[in-house]
């Protein structure tokens, strides 16, 4: 919709997804909850990747030029996230592995610049900021019960997207 050189709108997307992220963590400062056991073999690994990104958005902006939009966005994020995790304590030793994924809901912000060529077909880019939420892995060592890790991850991060987009009347 247009109101002089306002526009509003909505914008849905979906893309298949190779967003990953490692985080390690070694030596000393790996230990057990009352702080003792670290040693220098010690580790932490834990990974996301985001396999499945979508969005459901609101567009507003202005009009710069005759057919140049000026645009802020946001609304809901969605992603399917593999995460995994390893701790390796040395002393025993010892490692507990998991993995697990989760379809996890959020939302986005950002902003873009669109220009329309002809007719119905245009070129954007845009930058957006997601975040969908946190999530906890719990690990065992072979199924012991009574033994664990637990690795919390918060899925968020920056996307910058060029993209050519057609007007449906």
């Known amino acids: 919709w247009q109101m002089g050189r306002w526009v509003i709108g909505g914008e849905l997307d979906f893309d298949g997804a190779d967003i990953h992220g490692t985080g390690r963590l070694d030596g000393t400062a790996v230990t057990l909850r009352d702080g003792s056991g670290g040693i220098a073999g010690n580790f932490v690994t834990a990974s996301e990747k985001i396999r499945a990104f979508g969005t459901a958005r609101l567009r507003a902006g202005m009009l710069v030029m005759p057919s140049t939009l000026l645009f802020a966005t946001g609304g ?8 995994s995790g390893q701790m390796h304590f040395a002393a025993v ?25 002809n007719g119905n077909l245009s070129v954007k880019a845009e930058y957006l900021y997601y975040d969908i939420g946190k999530h906890t892995l719990v ?3 072979n199924g012991i ?10 899925t968020r991060g920056s996307l910058v997207r060029v993209g050519l987009n057609w007007k449906f009347n």
Do not use: C, K, M
């Open 93 to 117: 030793p010892i490692d507990y592995i998991g993995s697990d994924s989760a379809t996890r809901a959020g939302w986005t912000l950002g902003s873009g610049l669109e220009h329309r060529y």
């Open 145 to 154: 019960a009574g033994f664990s890790s637990q690795f919390d991850t918060h």
């Open 76 to 83: 809901l994020a969605v992603g399917h996230v593999n995460y």
């Open 139 to 141: 690990t065992t060592q």
